[in-house]
């Protein structure tokens, strides 16, 4: 058994193009609301195409699902927190770790925590993205 995180979010298809695009999203897999399973839905339930009933994506080899909120309302997901930690040694995973944090600054996630030595990590940092997902990069 193994735990897996799952957002919602008001526009998934932004979120996937952002994880995509800025995050190094790979793997992406969706069902949208105009997936033939729902084609005998009633109508009150009937949702768009760009509704994403289910999606999943990788990011640096972790497994994510993410689907839309009931009719797009709005969401807060500050209390969502994703942490990705690696073994500092391991030149490979660290160097991935430093990119991974580097280019969501770059593509405007905001840094809360620069990436760096802490007292409990020799190479800590957090970045909220915009749709208000918080993630840590932590050396173990």
């Known amino acids: 058994m193994k735990s897996v995180q799952y957002f919602n979010f008001q526009n998934s298809l932004a979120a996937l193009d952002f994880y995509e695009k800025n ?3 790979t793997d992406i897999q969706r069902v ?12 009150e339930y009937q949702v768009d195409k760009n509704f994403t009933m289910n999606a ?5 080899g972790e497994t994510f699902y993410c689907s839309d909120t009931w ?3 709005k969401i807060d997901n500050s209390g969502a927190i994703v942490t990705f930690t690696f073994d500092y040694h391991n030149e490979v995973e660290k160097q991935l770790a430093i990119d991974f ?3 969501a600054i770059i593509a405007g996630c905001e840094e809360t ?3 760096g030595k802490t007292e409990w ?4 940092g957090m970045f909220n993205d915009p749709f208000g997902v918080t993630w840590m ?3 173990e």
């Open 23 to 25: 995050l190094g999203a």
């Open 32 to 43: 949208g609301g105009d997936h033939e399973m729902f084609a005998d839905m009633p109508e």
């Open 56 to 60: 999943s994506f990788k990011i640096l």
């Open 71 to 73: 009719k797009n309302k």
């Open 101 to 103: 944090f580097n280019k």
């Open 113 to 115: 925590m620069p990436l």
């Open 121 to 124: 990590s020799n190479l800590y």
């Open 137 to 139: 990069i932590n050396a």
